[in-house]
């Protein structure tokens, strides 16, 4: 079916990434591109609350360690305020285990680490989407 007949094209998930890290931020937005997604990217978790308002992602990636203020106290502040109902990830080099831990205590949604490949970045966000 053509597009002018009435079929419209599968809507794309939309994924906030919050990483200080510019060169991390590049990277993730091309593999999650690439994997069929709309990205959104934020330096830093300081106006977070306003963006997922505004954009409302279908996920959060959020970096644990940035300077304004850890990754997890941003996750605890976004779920308070409940502007938008959002699967939240933790996104980090931290050893599995811990990362657990912490999504557990800040009530993410789950853990991805900056380990992963491209292709096992959108696997995984596939698999908490639909979870």
């Known amino acids: ?25 590049a990277v993730v937005r091309e593999s999650l591109e690439l994997g ?15 963006v997922v308002n505004h954009e409302k992602p279908d996920l959060v990636l959020m970096d644990v360690e940035m ?14 305020h409940r502007l938008h109902e959002c699967k939240v990830l933790l996104y980090s080099g931290r050893a599995p285990s811990e990362l657990e831990a912490l999504a557990r205590s800040c009530g993410a949604s789950g853990f991805v680490s900056k380990s992963v490949t491209d292709a096992a970045l959108a696997m995984a966000i596939r698999a908490h989407l639909v979870a």
């Open 36 to 50: 069929g997604f709309d990205v959104i990217e934020l330096e830093n978790p300081l106006g977070m609350s306003r």
């Open 67 to 80: 300077p304004a203020m850890e990754g997890e106290k941003a996750v605890e502040i976004l779920l308070k």
């Open 1 to 25: 079916m053509s597009p002018a007949s009435g079929a419209s094209a599968p809507r794309r998930h939309k994924i906030l990434i919050v990483d200080d890290n510019e060169v991390c931020r």
